[in-house]
């Protein structure tokens, strides 16, 4: 068997090194890796993660890496995890850095041309695992209503309404009270089942 630190490096750092868009761009590439190929999480441990990725302050991919190392190494798992998903960029800026300008790449149609056929693609990568973790965590007719609403305030650039904190901050809370109401409904009902 593949020593589990190098299959982390070399997971996180293919996931670095071949997605464009940022870290919504890696999510399809990343489920498809450490929950279908490798099976270390689950699908519904997958949303949850992705979901405290994205709350955490900091690149998404990066976030993730962390929380899947450690899973599976602890601290250990989480640097090398941390470390293949950082590498390939680093690589690549100081490979531009080094032998290309900025006037090089302005001036260059190869990479214009380059950079406009990549961004559909880019869409479709962040549009994808929009669907599937949608799917996963279960939404429908009736939730939808929630992250609609949420993406029109947000969009609306109105003052306050439009800051994603305050929508992190209330989908914890509202998630901690409806826990809280939901283990206290059912604490109550297996009483008076016993109380029969």
Known sequence: MQNIYLQLFLTFFKIGAFTF??????IALIQKEV?????WVNKEDFVDMLAVAQSMPGILA?????????RLRGFKG???AALGTILPSFIIILAIAMFLTPDTIKNNETLNSIFKGIRPAVVALIVAPVLTTAKTAKINAK???????VALLIFSGLPF?????????LGGVGGYVYHTWRLSREKNDTRKEGQQ
């Open 21 to 26: 868009g940022g870290g919504w761009a890696m």
């Open 35 to 39: 929950v279908d190929k490798y099976g």
């Open 62 to 70: 990066v976030n993730f890496s962390v929380a899947i190392g450690d």
């Open 78 to 80: 989480s640097l090398v």
């Open 143 to 149: 939730t939808a209503i929630i992250p609609i609403a």
């Open 161 to 169: 309404v439009s800051n994603p904190v305050l929508y992190i901050i």
